[in-house]
């Protein structure tokens, strides 16, 4: 990268597209709730949470996902990276 501006904003488009734009595309397409789960980049949380002295194979190890929330997320994402894409014909300043 030229200069930390560059890589800042590198990071922050490598955030959106792995942490909203996966997860969004993986929770469209049809399949199975495990499948999802093992593929986002960042897991849900437990449905038992925190507070359970349970271990998580004795609560079922669950995991809460809500896919209407998450395909809003990438949305989201979609939006803030039109916003930051906007007038430049090259990604992030390059040339």
Do not use: C, F
């Not at 030229?2 to 397409?29: G, H, I, T």
Request: proline share 7%; glycine share 8%; hydrophobic share 50%.
């Amino acid at each position: 990268m030229p200069n930390q501006k560059a890589y800042d904003s590198a990071l922050a488009v490598a955030q959106l597209v792995l942490a909203r734009l996966l997860p969004a595309l993986l929770a469209s397409a049809p399949g199975s709730k495990e499948a999802l789960t093992l593929l986002m980049a960042e897991p849900p949380a437990l449905t038992a949470g925190l507070t359970t002295p349970l271990p998580a194979s004795l609560t079922g190890d669950d995991r809460v996902i809500d896919r209407e929330e998450i395909i809003a997320g990438g949305i989201e994402a979609i939006d803030a990276l039109q916003a930051k894409m906007a007038g430049s014909t090259w990604a992030l300043g390059a040339e």
